[in-house]
């Protein structure tokens, strides 16, 4: 009933030159992806360090962790830093992009935006006042989708925090696989979980995919929170 | 059988501009295809019991060079639902002219009369650089800028400035059920 691949059906591929904003999680690694199997070259990532922890914006890992993703995946990474108060992370982000523009000739920002119309729309406004297109594959996505088309393409993620009821620490360290988009249905039926997340209950970090040339291994990890917020902070190698 | 029209150049916007789309139809069970305007054949429109023609993204507006291969619009007489650039390409099939006015984000707009469903003010999601304006079509609603949703005066030709596939899913539910 429904053609599949349809937007491939002779379409003329044109290749261009692209950023991607990466935090390292499932969606900006997943929208990585899916820019690469559509011929694009993934010019550098683009990561950014809010000092913020309420960060409208941005929810990145320590710099560490996305510099070892980077390596594995064998892109340059640009790093910004920003002190998180609401204008100036996007003066920051402005400045990150008008770099990558500068240093690779991009001609476009990928973003794994899903539903947040806060952060799509601040990110549209900046490539285009910078003149480059904006890539959000992710855009609207039905979130059980999300994590199956991430298990099917062997995306190696865990669950490196959780900041809603009922998600406790056994949540921690979880691998997405079918066992826990089996849970997650369920917790979404009871509770109104956003299964992929995006809402903020769970943060995740992607440990391989089809992007990295070597899969990473957690040489540490640290586990602290509280009720049903918990953070599992992980080095690794 | 839905005709959905992509006027995407770069395949890779499907995801954003078109998936959507087709996401609210498969949810409602409802049978169509996809089809890039370059592709359109005349078997598709005489199985189409409706057209939907998606918008695409600010920095790709090379479907206004393409506004002749829109001509069927004329003779095609169910029901066309246009969004964003799909509405861009309804108004310019009757003249209209196209005007520089950039909204990006969450909006509220005003209905002036029921549209699908949806009547006075409503929130909805903005992405566009051009608006159009034709009096071939009446205003049926409208932002502080521009003109956001548009109907033709004699035909079934139905204009939204605005991506319903964001924040008004009811709207396109609306359009293929009706």
């Not at chain 1, 290749?15 to 904003?21: I, N, Q, T």
């Amino acid at each position: 009933m429904y053609p599949a691949n349809v937007y491939l059906f002779k379409d003329i591929p044109i290749l261009m030159k692209l950023a991607v904003l990466f935090s390292g999680g499932k969606d900006s690694t997943f929208a990585a992806y899916l820019a690469r199997e559509h011929e694009h070259a993934i010019s550098c990532l683009i990561a950014i360090f809010s000092e913020n922890p309420e960060s409208y914006m941005f929810h990145t890992p320590s710099i560490s962790k996305v510099k070892k993703q980077a390596e594995s995946a064998n892109i340059p990474l640009i790093i910004q830093k920003t002190k998180g108060d609401k204008e100036i992370e996007l003066k920051d982000l402005n400045f990150a992009i008008q770099k990558a523009k500068d240093k690779y000739r991009i001609d476009g920002i990928v973003t794994g935006a899903v539903e947040s119309a806060y952060q799509a729309s601040r990110i549209q406004k900046i490539c285009y006042g910078l003149d480059l297109d904006c890539f959000n594959p992710l855009w609207q996505k039905d979130q059980f989708e999300l994590l199956k088309d991430l298990i099917e393409n062997n995306f190696e993620i865990i669950i490196t925090g959780v900041y809603a009821y009922p998600l406790d620490e056994t949540w921690l360290d979880r691998a997405i696989d079918k066992t826990f988009l089996d849970d997650t249905i369920m917790l979404h039926e009871i509770y109104k979980i956003n299964p992929a997340g995006e809402g903020g209950e769970f943060e995740t970090f992607v440990l391989n995919c089809p992007l990295f040339t070597r899969a990473l291994k957690i040489s540490d990890k640290k586990i602290y929170g509280k009720k049903n917020s918990w953070t599992m902070e992980i080095e690794v190698t | 059988m839905i005709l959905l029209i992509k006027i995407c150049k770069i395949p890779f916007h499907y995801f954003e501009f078109v998936k959507p789309i087709e996401d609210v139809l498969k949810k409602l069970n409802i049978e169509f295809i996809t089809v890039h305007y370059n592709d359109l054949t005349s078997e598709m429109f005489s199985k189409a019991d409706r057209v939907i023609i998606s918008g695409t993204s600010l920095k790709d507006n090379s479907f206004l060079d393409d506004i002749y291969k829109f001509d069927w619009i004329k003779e095609f007489d169910k029901l066309v639902l246009g969004i964003c650039g799909g509405m861009h390409i309804l108004g310019l099939i009757y003249d209209g002219k196209l005007k520089e006015v950039k909204e990006i984000g969450l909006k509220t707009i005003n209905f002036n009369e029921e549209f699908f469903g949806f009547n006075g003010e409503t929130d909805v999601y903005e992405l566009h650089n051009l608006c159009v304006e034709s009096s071939e079509f009446d205003v049926i609603a409208i932002s502080e800028e521009c003109p956001q949703a548009i109907k033709h005066k004699h035909r079934l030709l139905y204009g939204v400035l605005f991506h319903p596939e964001v924040r008004n899913k009811k709207l396109i539910e609306r359009f293929v059920k009706c």
